[in-house]
């Protein structure tokens, strides 16, 4: 270990790491996204057969031969840090960010970087249709208010309603707080970080919410009061988890240390939470005329939505 943090190459990776983390315009998920290849590049460093030359300088790490050999190990899934279900191969998307952040590493540390050609993503599958949609928030409506509702389906149906308001991401929708909400949760800020190869400007728009997803959010701040209540209100999420989970992060014994319920949700547990719950609404739809089964993905539903902001003057009237 010693001999891998004497090397010039990682000295010169952490500091181009630095560099444009630090910049005003790197978003906190691009930042992450960052963190993570550096991590793995460390790790593809010691691996047996790793080219021995590229721990020379950061320019050396980033031409051709390691790179190919770095994103052939990441794609294997032999650069985790954790056991993942499955053969462990990574997404295409996955892929692509690996490779735009050792492009953004590379202008940040003033060097060249040698990649192969991106891998093309797949074929968007079909967002929800209209009719679906509009099924879907008349049972927003009808369950908002049912009594003794399981809470992580009172938090999917707000939820599934934020979202066919306003179209946010996972990321955008972890980002809520309380203070985003308008009067009589009439309206919601989102501040929007658009996805492409470089780093955009954020966002930030003003969305209504329509009267059913009004109704199923005031039913999930009132379950969600109660839960973050034994955290002394220090939760400023507007979504937080219903159930107690584990951190990932092993105490001195080597144990993962647990996480209360009503801790805010992150975009993976967000996504899961989702699709847990997802499954179970499917199966009390089924019969309803015209009900077709929710996808798993909150991106298939996401994208079938066009929100038009409104101007912050209206808004606050």
Not at 164 to 188: W, Y
Not at 236 to 242: C, P, Q
Request: hydrophobic residues 45%; contains cysteine.
């Amino acid at each position: 270990m010693a001999t891998e943090e004497r090397a010039p190459a990682l000295d010169q990776l952490d500091r181009a790491l630095l560099r444009v983390t630090a910049r005003a315009d790197t978003s906190a998920a691009r930042a992450r996204q960052l963190r993570w290849v550096v991590g793995e590049l460390r790790r593809a460093l010691v691996q047996e057969g790793f080219p021995a030359e590229a721990r020379a300088s950061l320019a050396a790490l980033l031409s051709a031969e390691p790179t190919r050999r770095y994103l052939e190990l990441a794609r294997c899934g032999r650069l985790r840090t954790r056991a993942v279900a499955g053969a462990g191969i990574s997404t295409t998307a996955s892929m692509r960010v690996r490779m735009d952040c050792l492009e953004i590493l590379a202008r940040a540390g003033s060097v060249p970087v040698e990649l192969p050609e991106r891998p093309a993503m797949p074929e968007l599958k079909t967002p929800v249709g209209a009719r679906q949609r509009s099924l879907l928030l008349n049972w927003l409506g009808e369950h908002a208010d049912r009594a003794g509702a399981d809470a992580g389906r009172i938090r999917l149906f707000a939820l599934i309603g934020v979202v066919l308001d306003t179209g946010a991401r996972a990321g955008e929708l972890c980002a809520m707080r309380l203070e985003d909400l308008g009067p009589d949760e009439r309206t919601v800020t989102i501040v929007r970080h658009p996805q492409a190869r470089t780093v955009n400007p954020a966002v930030t728009e003003i969305l209504p919410l329509s009267g059913p997803t009004r109704a199923a959010l005031r039913r999930w701040l009132d379950v969600r009061a109660d839960l973050v209540w034994p955290l002394r209100g220090e939760v400023a999420a507007v979504w937080v988890s219903v159930r107690g989970n584990h951190s990932g992060i092993p105490d001195e014994d080597g144990n993962s240390r647990p996480r209360p319920a009503g801790m805010p949700l992150m975009p993976r547990g967000l996504a899961r939470a989702y699709t847990r719950t997802v499954v179970r609404l499917n199966v009390d739809m089924v019969g309803r005329p015209g009900w077709e089964p929710l996808p798993y993905r909150l991106e298939q539903l996401r994208r079938a939505i066009d929100a038009a902001p409104i101007a912050a003057d209206a808004a606050a009237t």
